[in-house]
Each structure stands twice: as C-alpha cells, then as structure tokens.
C-alpha cells in the first residue's frame, strides 16, 4: 500500500474498486437469470450495471485512486466487468432469447470478436471521444427485444453495428465531450430511467410505444457524435 495516504484514503480507494467489482457478482445475476427465463431480472440487472459503470469513474477521480492505490489497475477491473456487460451477455443474449434466424446463432459470435478489437485499441477513448462505435451491444438488444423485430432484421443491425466498430468514427463520450455536455448527460439520465422502467415491465402493452419514443436519445447520440466527429477532423483555418 501507499503509505503516504492515510489508512482511511486507502480504504476508500479499495472501496470504489469494490464497488466496480460489482459488475460481476451483477453479471453472474444476469447470466443466471437468461438460462431461467427470466428476460426481466436479465435485462434490469444490465440496467443496474449500467449505474454502476457510470458511477464508479466519478467517485474514482473524486478519492484519486490511482495516487492512493497505484499497485492496483482499476482500469483493467474496468474494462473486464465492461466486456462482460456490454459486449459477452448481450451476444449471449441473442441466441438464448430466439433473437436470431434458426442455425445461425454463430452471428453472436460476431460482435464478441468485434468488441475484443475495440476494447484493446490503444485509441479506442481519447479525452473527448469513443473511437469507432462503443460496444453499446446491452442498449441495442435490449431494443430489439422490446421491439419484437424480425430475426433477420436483428442479423442485419447486428452486422451493420460490427462494420462501425471498425470505422474509426469519434462518438460523444457523454462524461468527457465538452460540446453540449450539460444537455448530453441530462438527457441521458431521463433517458436511462426510462430504459430501466421499460426493462421492469417487458411484456406491458405499452412498452412498444414507449421504446419507439425513447429512441430520441440515440438519435440525438448519433447525430451529435456526427457533429463532434467533424470538429476533432476539422483542418484549422490557415
């Protein structure tokens, strides 16, 4: 330990690795709660996730974690509970929920292999951006689960999401991107309360409408990171 920092510093530090770590008793939750049938425990442990890894950077900066606990990489913790959340379980998830044409469950295979590039891209974040689409693949089945579209249809913005990866376009990173930040995050917040209000009641008749509308943000997502990726690649003025 460091022992520059007092005992106290050291157990906070330990406590928001703690707290990252949750990611996997949450994913194993989750896992279990697929292969039971339970889409509803499944995708609201997802949500629930979701907080977690939204959360835990903040608190990390606030405690310095990384001068107090410099022999511990909360960054590799990071990025192990991410890989299982957003990109293993959610390509699980195809196959175990039908989501996919009958024989051709290896198509969840292919955002696995995907996001394994991403993740270990040197420029995958930069200060103010993802590189090349986020592996946001928890979002994207869940809106194909609560949109009942056809397996084919998944197949093709399964496929269409996997080229993205590798086109090294600059996506909003809604805690970093200075451009319309304020709105970004406090869309955001409305907009994942109202995802965990849909993954809590799949199945209403009412959750259809509701997906439909809430796809705002992710318009609103893309059509931003067009715009910030067209300021990072603009050639300053001679």
């Not at 107090?68 to 959340?85: A, C, E, K, T, W």
Request: overall charge neutral.
């Amino acid at each position: 330990m460091n022992a520059d920092y007092p005992r106290h510093r050291r157990v906070a530090a330990w406590g928001v690795h703690l707290y990252t770590a949750l990611g996997l008793p949450i994913a194993f939750v989750a896992t279990a709660a697929l292969y039971n049938g339970d889409d509803k425990l499944f995708f609201l442990m997802l949500c629930l996730a979701v907080f977690v890894d939204a959360t835990d950077g903040t608190l990390a900066r606030a405690i310095k974690v990384k001068e107090v606990l410099p022999q511990f990489d909360g960054r590799r913790l990071d990025d192990l509970v991410d890989f299982i959340i957003f990109a293993f379980l959610p390509a699980l998830a195809l196959p175990v929920l039908g989501m996919l044409p009958e024989g051709m469950d290896y198509i969840a295979v292919l955002p696995l292999m995907a996001s394994g590039y991403g993740f270990c891209q040197e420029r995958a974040k930069t200060e103010e951006s993802f590189v090349g689409f986020p592996s946001y693949w928890n979002v994207g089945v869940l809106y194909l689960y609560l949109l009942q579209t056809s397996p084919w249809t998944n197949v093709a913005i399964v496929c269409f999401f996997v080229l993205l990866v590798f086109v090294p376009i600059h996506y909003i990173y809604p805690t970093r991107t200075r451009m319309l930040r304020p709105i970004t995050i406090g869309f955001g917040y409305l907009w994942a309360l109202t995802m965990t209000v849909l993954a809590l009641n799949i199945g209403a008749d009412w959750t259809h409408k509701v997906a439909v509308y809430s796809l705002a943000y992710p318009i609103y997502y893309f059509a931003m990171s067009a715009v910030h990726h067209v300021r990072v690649h603009r050639v300053p003025a001679q």
